[in-house]
Structures are given as C-alpha cells and as structure tokens.
C-alpha cells in the first residue's frame, strides 16, 4: 500500500528502500455461502468458548494468565480459515485464524492412526522439508475435551507470497476427543501475542514483523456476510483495505497485549444503559457474543427471550425485524448491531428453524466479541501501536 502510493512520487525511495520487499498479503476466508448451524454446533460453540478463557462451573479463573487454555467444538464453518503452507517444498494446510490463542499448531504425520482428528486433515511430515529443524520441546495444550500434545519444530511458513524463516511451532500427535475430527481446519494460527502463548513461543505474525516481511505490523479481518449469514471475507496482513470499510477506524488501546483486550465504555439497548466500565477481547476463534451474567440476563430478558436449560435463548422467528439495536461504546463511539446480526437461525433436531440469540453466558466480568460483531465491524489488530480499531464493515 505504501510503496504503491509511494510510487506516484518517490518510487526510487520505495524501490530501494529498505522495506522494497514489504508487501500485503491476502488471505481469503472460506464460508459455506448459505451456513446455518445445526443447534448442536451452536450449543459446541458455547462449550468451547467458556472452556477456552478457562471459565467452568461460574468460576473465572483469569484472563491473564500465561497458559494459553482453548477449546474448539464441532464448530465447522463458524470461523475464519484459510490457507498457509510449512516446509520446503511448501506443505499445504487450512488453517483457523484465530485471535483468541497465540500458538501455530498443525497435525504431524507421525500421529497415531488410531486418531481420527489426526487423520482427518493434512498432517505435517518433517522428513519431506529440507528447511525443517527439530526442537525437541514437548508442547502441549488443554482442550475441553483434553489435550493436544506433540513436539515443537521449526519451519518456513509462507501465506500467499509471505515467507516466515524459523517459524516455531507446534507437530501435534495427539488430538483430545472428537474436538477436531469434524473441524474444515487442520490446524490453528493464534494471533494474540506472545504472552499468552504456550512456551512464550514467538507467534507468527511477530516473525513476519521481525523479518521486516509487511510494511507496517498490523493485520485486519473483514467478513462478508449477510446478516447472520456468513459469506466470505479477507484477512490482511501488513495493514488495512480502506476500501472493506467505511469512514474511519476508531482505535482503542490495548489494556495489555495478550488478548486482543480492550475497554468496552458501555452497551446500550433501546437508549437503557446496560453495562458500563467492562472489558472485552476481540476473538475471530467465535462466532458467539459473550457477555457477563448481569448483562446476559438483562439483554435476553429485554429482548423477550424464553431461556432453555442450556443457557440459549429462543426468540420467536416472526418477531425478530422488532427488535431494538444493541449499541457498544468503544473509544467514545457507538458500534450498533441489528436484530439481523445478533440473531442467529439455527436448525433444530426435528428441521425446523429456531432463532436463538447470539448474546451467551460468560461467567466472567468481560465480553468476548467474536464474528457477530467483527464481522459487522471491520477489524484492525494494530500489533505495531498496541491498539485495535474498527469500522463499519463494507
Ligand atoms: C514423510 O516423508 C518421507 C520423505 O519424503 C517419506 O519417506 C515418508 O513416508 C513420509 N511419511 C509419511 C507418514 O507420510
Ligand atoms: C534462520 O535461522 C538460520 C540458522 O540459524 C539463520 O542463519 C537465519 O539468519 C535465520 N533467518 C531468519 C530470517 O531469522
Ligand atoms: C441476503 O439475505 C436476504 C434474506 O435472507 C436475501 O433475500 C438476499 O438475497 C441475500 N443477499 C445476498 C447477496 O445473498
Ligand atoms: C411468534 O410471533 C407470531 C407473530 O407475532 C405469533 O403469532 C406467534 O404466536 C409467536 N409464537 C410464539 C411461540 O410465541
């Protein structure tokens, strides 16, 4: 972007500058173009995401820790994925972006064929990369459903023309239960920082900055999407695509860099002050709104649903276009979501379609903003400035 505009003017200075190699990188975001989740995925989903920032039983253990612990249910296409490829020549893999772990993991060829989740997906063997080197390091990392555990090694990984040297990362060989089985990924890139990564391993798009392989050291997400429903989209490393959003991004620092963990000034729903003074963390990993149990309870109420005894909440179909807006004030500006964003169709056992609400439970007193609102907002992770910033989504 910057040398392109660059070489309007001064194009010997981007030509030989240092940073002639910098470029955007690309990476296209698959959907099933008319996605609806069956209630069990839905349901997966919520498991997961409680799971992943540690919260069991009503009991918040931190947000802050150093140990990465996550989970992944049979959330098939409710993410973001895309393609990477590790080794020399490249081994190719479909990847989750995730910005709610920091770990780059990938099957190993050398898994148990006993392990279905292994088996599933296209598994990393070293021998056939010439640029591999071992580690020796066992990693390991906690699921819900039990751990993932392997060697770290280290590698090239390339994304589009973007080739990372010395990438350390995680050859799993054994996958928890069912977790991964049914996933469309193989593997997960964590795009939180480093402190919340297991062994402090440094993330990938740290190297990418470090090896001066993107202009400015910041990546964005854009999902194109229909309402609930979604479509497609871009994630870009190396900066922002002015023409995936309109008006100006509003940035708020980070309150740390470990989570994508910023202040959240307040939610709104129908002009009522719902919450004030929280936190919350952007995370491509869900598709979910969590909100804290005060403000669950409120917003589902308010918004007439009938609680089920797995904490969803049914809204009745044929009513939904009445429903208010819910605003979140981020950075002193209001980031509104419509009914059509914030509920979802999923279907239930017998066919049938429900509409549950997006807003889960979250025994904690932080928000997690996943797809519902990143995919409404356009999202700049700006590692550079230690901040993050959004926009209406084009
Ligand atoms: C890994 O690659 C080596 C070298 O190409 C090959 O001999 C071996 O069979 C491969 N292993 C698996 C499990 O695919
Ligand atoms: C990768 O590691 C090799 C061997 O240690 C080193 O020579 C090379 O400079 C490293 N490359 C980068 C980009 O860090
Ligand atoms: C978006 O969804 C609406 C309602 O479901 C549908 O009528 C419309 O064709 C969809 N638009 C696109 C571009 O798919
Ligand atoms: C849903 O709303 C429609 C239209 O307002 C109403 O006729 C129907 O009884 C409602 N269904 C339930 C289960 O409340």
Known sequence: MHCLFWLLSVWILCLFGPNSQAQLIRVPMQFQASFMASRRQHRAGRSSLLAKYNVVGGQEVTTQNGGATETLD??????????????????????????????????????SAKNLACQHH???????????????????????????????????????QLVVR????????????????????????????RAIAEQKI?????????????????????LKRNGSERMGGELLFGGVDKSKFSGSLTYVPLTLPGYWQFPLD??????????????????????????????????????????????????????????PEIVFVIGGQRFGL???????????DDGSTICLSAFTLMEADFW????????RYYTAFDVAHRRIGFAPAA
């Open 74 to 111: 049979n959330r098939l296409n409710l993410e973001y994925a895309g393609h990477i490829s590790i080794g020399t020549p490249g081994q190719p893999f479909h990847m989750l972006f995730d910005t709610g772990s920091a770990n780059l993991w990938v099957p190993s060829a050398e898994c």
């Open 122 to 160: 296209h598994r990393y063997n070293a021998s056939a990369s010439s640029s591999y080197v071992p580690d020796g390091r066992r990693f390991a990392m906690a699921y819900g459903t039990g751990s993932l555990s392997g060697r770290l090694a280290q590698d090239t990984v390339s994304i589009g």
């Open 166 to 193: 010395n990438q350390t990362f995680g050859m799993a060989m054994h996958e928890p239960g069912s977790t991964f089985v049914d996933t469309n990924f193989a593997g997960i890139v964590g795009l939180g920082f």
């Open 202 to 222: 440094k993330p990938l798009f740290e190297s990418m900055c470090d090896q001066s392989l993107v202009d400015e050291c910041i990546f964005s997400f854009y």
């Open 266 to 323: 307040g939610v709104e729903l129908g002009g009522t002050i719902i919450s004030q003074n929280r936190q919350a963390i952007a995370d491509t990993g869900t598709s979910l709104l969590a909100a804290p149990p005060r403000e669950y309870l409120i917003i589902n109420s308010l918004l007439g649903g009938l609680p089920t005894s797995n904490n969803e909440y049914l809204l009745n179909c044929s009513e939904i276009d009445k429903l």
């Open 338 to 348: 419509q009914p059509r964003d914030y509920v979802m169709r999923a279907a239930n």
């Open 368 to 375: 997690i903003l996943g797809d519902v609102f990143i995919g």
